[in-house]
């Protein structure tokens, strides 16, 4: 049995970059044209020329969506795209429109084309009948439930992909119209205002019938399915994907690096103690904005799925600082600023190579060799006295104070 894939999301070459470095098999992006997150920083050609080389470095591959529901005006340029593509080495784009297979096995035969989630398959003929028009894979709608994944699974010979962590649809995935009726913005052509998680207030005509003090909200919580990954393991998932498109470069380390070591884990040793499963949650919790669950997979479809009133969205501030270099000599590591911290915090070290390592920070110097005391300027670039050996890309973290 093939090891599980690890896929991993990236709004630009940066946070593509990181995402292949804190472990992830594949990542997927989105191109400047026909991609699901127009608002995304996204990829021009060159960028994904770059990324491709990147990814063969580390023997990891990159899918590009092409995944907009299309309309006639949305072919210009399509075959073209598509060539580009396959001749710079992408391993597949993902798409939700069927009519798009015979134009990729045409135009760029090397090119897999893996079924986007926006087409809600849900059951094992669904999968079938995508592999008779000639798809690679099938990304399984969210709303599928453990078992009725482990049934797929057991009745198909296609390679099949599961969501385990993000943004969930408070609708169907693929059939929410709110963004486009409320605001023009159509979600299945990259769109989406997330109308969702906008704050309500209930009328009966020109009345109040809510709290006229509380907002509403019918936001989902984010999934979490790190308690389901061994079964998925087992039962012949080939890929967990990991939603984030629009998130954050330590959103990206530290979530893959916690599915990276979960998954290692698991091949190494076997099924997961409690213990360990619940420091790799602990681990994912760092990296949270909103409330987590884990979504449909349960097969309970209650109201705690939602967050209704207040919907918990935040970012954490936790998060301090990248390093981009490290002095052996001076023992001295060259960061640029995230978020506030100053002397005397306790940091904690993440990265490729490192498992959370703390130091106390005592000196602090800009570029000017200055002192500092407090590192409030973000961007700006510091030298951080440390005891111990770091790394470019590596990531600093503030711990509460106990």
């Known amino acids: 049995m093939d090891k599980i894939e690890l896929l991993a999301p990236a709004k630009d070459l940066q946070k593509a970059k990181i995402a292949i470095m804190y472990g992830a098999d594949a990542v997927y992006v989105g191109g400047k044209f026909y991609s699901l997150r127009s608002r995304a920083s996204n990829f021009g050609l060159e960028e994904l020329k770059e990324l491709a080389d990147f990814a063969k470095q580390y023997k990891a591959k990159v899918y590009v969506t092409v995944n907009i529901v299309f309309h006639d005006a949305d072919y210009y340029g399509i075959k073209e795209y598509l060539k580009y593509l396959d001749k710079i080495g992408i391993n597949a784009v993902i798409i939700s429109s069927l009519a798009l297979i015979p134009l990729v ?67 169907y995935s693929g059939r929410c119209v709110l963004s486009n009726r409320m605001t023009l913005r159509d979600a299945n052509r990259g769109g989406c205002a997330h109308s969702c998680r906008w704050k309500y207030r209930l009328y009966d005509g020109r009345d109040i019938i809510s709290d006229p003090y509380t907002l509403l909200s019918m936001s989902s919580k984010d999934l979490r399915a790190s308690a389901y990954i061994e079964r998925m393991i087992e039962c012949g998932v080939a890929s967990l994907k990991i939603e984030g498109r629009m998130k954050s470069e330590y959103y990206i380390g530290q979530v893959v690096k916690t599915y990276r070591r979960m998954i290692d884990d698991y091949y190494a040793n076997g099924p997961l103690t409690k213990e360990k499963l619940a420091y790799y949650d602990n681990e994912l919790t760092k990296a949270e904005n909103r409330p987590s669950d884990d979504g449909f997979l349960s097969g309970d479809c209650d109201n705690s799925k939602h967050l209704y009133g207040v919907n918990g969205a935040g970012v954490t501030h936790d998060y301090v600082a990248y390093v981009r270099d490290y002095d052996e000599i001076r023992k001295l590591a060259i960061v640029e600023v995230k978020n506030v911290f100053q002397s005397g915090d306790v940091i904690e070290v993440f990265g490729p190579h490192i498992n959370n390592k703390r130091f106390r920070v005592e000196y602090m110097f800009d570029t000017n060799w200055e002192n500092v005391d407090l590192a409030n300027k973000p961007t700006q670039i510091l030298n951080i006295r440390i005891p111990f050996k770091v790394e470019p890309c590596d990531m600093f973290r503030r711990v509460a104070q106990e």
């Open 105 to 171: 096995r045409k135009n760029a035969p090397d090119l897999e084309c893996h079924i986007s989630t926006q087409l809600s398959a849900l059951n094992s003929a669904a999968v079938k009948t995508l592999k008779e028009f000639g798809a690679d894979r099938v990304v399984l709608a969210r709303e599928a439930s453990m078992n009725q994944i482990e049934q797929i699974t057991h009745k198909v010979d296609l390679p099949v992909e599961v969501f385990i962590h993000g943004g969930m649809c408070s609708n």
